[in-house]
């Protein structure tokens, strides 16, 4: 990397714009190849929607607070992977309960393939317990086929060829089942679950995962999740110092290979030469030139808005604008007084108002996260930290136009944020009277500090009707990764995807031999 004087530009190999997970793996990986990595990133903190904050003394996450597969190697997890490729621990501590408060009742349960048909048959008897077994029956292959081809060795050019065919021989006894998991996990699920709690439970998996319900998320990513959550001896894990640690560690990779983050840089066009993407110029007017490529770590909306209309086809963009879109969020982040609280706390709990409603009805769902159980690092002494959301069920059209500052928005704020102090009610019943900190944050929240159009979880694209685009574009030199790309929305999958994107660019030679080194 070098700043040409005269010219007054930077050159790189490779500008990516956005620190999201996926823009961090994708960068970290390519440095560890010997790319010259550039990494944008708009705000003053890098990780995007997983990226953590501080305030009196309180550690918060951002957004993702659920983890699994990141303590041991070699892992299905597509971001243990990335980490192992490029040499960076990640020390958790491992827990496997969480507490649910659904219509039925509370209870606590957790991961490994006995204990919900503990809380099956206290519900809803023998019958749904037999169900329930032969789900997991029914499922074994097709987890067994989700976790036969390694992440780490996709690539979107005629590579593949030689990196995905060392796999071929694993992947050929799963061959007949390949072709189901792309399509919805419901028509798995309906052939063999009839107990309408076990479905309104898949279907809230399901949402957790995809932001759809069990009819639009595929079987492959459910299947993923039997293979990691329902197997024996399985356990959770929460990174040592949050989503902030795991933000860290991508960072420390990518500047170890030389890469190098640059942060209040906000991209506001890509450039483009010769029907090339050749750099980027910034908010500030300063420009990165690429030598090798440009990738976006943007949802597909926003990288829309960067590139100049004539760069790409209309009817591409034309379709592209059209990616139907989840719903955003509320956020509740409260630091509290822990004194004299329960001692019983689960790190995690999910609070479901009206199964009737479905899991994806505005407000019906919500998320609570209390990581100090486990980490203690995470709060003063004596205190907790909380995070309480609704997972991608809050519309955008409920606070577009509003002015920030208006006391009509300070309003709607108090009245949205109610079903989150609800929610924490059903655990911490005197919670208001604990707050040292609260901080309630809005699609608008989401909108501004994430850089996400209309404060988006991501597209919503239904498993059976449609895929997600691979990382390659019209654009010669422009590449994609994160949850608007294959394998779409959640940590696995943004890690998979800026994977696939570094390993698209990679020589084939320096791919097999990260892969070798990881042990896939």
């Known amino acids: 990397m070098f700043l040409n004087q005269t010219m007054s530009y930077l050159t790189t190999d490779v500008v990516i714009i956005g620190s999201g997970i996926g823009g961090l793996s994708c960068a970290a990986l390519l440095a560890r190849y010997g790319f010259n990595i550039t990494v944008c990133e708009s705000h003053s903190i890098p990780g995007g929607a997983a990226h953590a904050f501080e305030r009196n003394g309180f550690k918060f996450d951002s957004g993702p607070s659920l983890y699994s597969g990141l303590s041991y190697s070699p892992s299905p997890n597509p971001l243990r992977q990335v980490l192992d490729a490029i040499g960076e621990e990640l020390p958790c501590v491992n827990y496997d309960t969480w507490g649910c408060c659904l219509p039925e009742g509370d209870f606590d349960t957790s991961v490994g393939a006995d204990q919900f048909c503990d809380v099956l ?8 317990v037999r169900e329930w077994r032969e789900l997991q029956r029914v499922m074994e292959p097709f987890a067994k086929a989700a976790i036969a081809l390694p992440p780490a060795a996709l690539r979107l050019d005629l590579g593949a060829v030689f990196t995905i065919g ?6 050929f006894p799963h061959a ?12 798995i699920m309906n052939g063999v679950i009839k107990d309408p709690f076990i479905k309104n439970w898949l279907n809230l998996l399901c949402f957790l995962l995809s932001g759809l319900p069990a009819d639009g998320t595929s079987a492959a990513e459910v299947a ?9 001896g399985v356990m959770l894990d929460y990174p040592i110092g949050g989503s902030g640690a795991l933000v860290d560690a991508l960072v420390r990779g990518l500047t170890k290979y030389g890469g190098q983050l640059i ?9 483009v030469e010769n029907n090339q993407a050749v750099g980027v110029r910034l908010r500030n007017g300063k420009e990165i030139r690429a030598k090798k490529a440009v990738i976006s770590n943007a949802s597909v909306w926003d990288t829309l808005k960067l590139l100049p209309e004539a760069s790409i086809p209309k009817q591409y963009r034309q379709r592209q604008q ?6 955003s969020f509320m956020h509740l982040h409260l630091g509290i007084d822990a004194q004299g609280i329960r001692p019983d706390l689960a790190c995690h709990y999910i609070v479901v108002n009206d199964w009737y409603k479905g899991v994806t009805a505005p407000q019906n769902v919500v998320l609570i996260s209390i990581p100090s159980v486990l980490d203690l690092s995470l709060a003063p002494p004596g205190k907790h930290v909380i995070h309480a959301y609704t997972p991608g069920n809050e519309p955008y059209d409920f606070w577009q136009g509003m002015d920030r500052k208006s006391e009509v928005y300070a309003k709607q704020k108090q009245e949205r944020a109610e079903v989150m102090w609800k929610a924490i009610e059903r655990v911490i019943p005197d919670i208001r009277s604990r707050c040292e900190v609260t901080l309630v944050g809005t699609p608008l929240t989401h909108e501004r500090f994430l850089r996400r159009h209309r404060g988006s979880y991501g597209p919503a694209i239904r498993a059976g009707e449609a895929f997600f685009p691979g990382s390659n574009t019209p654009l010669a030199g ?9 394998p779409g929305i959640g940590l696995p999958a943004v890690a998979a995807s800026g994977m696939i994107a570094a390993n698209t660019l990679a020589p084939v030679q320096k791919h097999w031999e990260m892969l070798q080194e990881i042990g896939c």
């Open 121 to 128: 048959m206290r519900f809803r008897g023998e019958d749904a």
């Open 224 to 232: 993923f999740m039997f293979a990691d959550w329902y197997r024996p």
């Open 166 to 171: 060392r796999f071929l021989p694993s992947l």
């Open 176 to 187: 007949t089942n390949v072709a189901k998991l792309t399509g919805p996990f419901s028509n």
């Open 478 to 486: 422009l590449f994609c990764c994160g949850d608007s790309t294959f």
């Open 322 to 327: 059209a990616t139907p879109e989840c719903d």
């Open 263 to 271: 942060l209040n840089a906000h991209v506001e066009q890509v450039l």
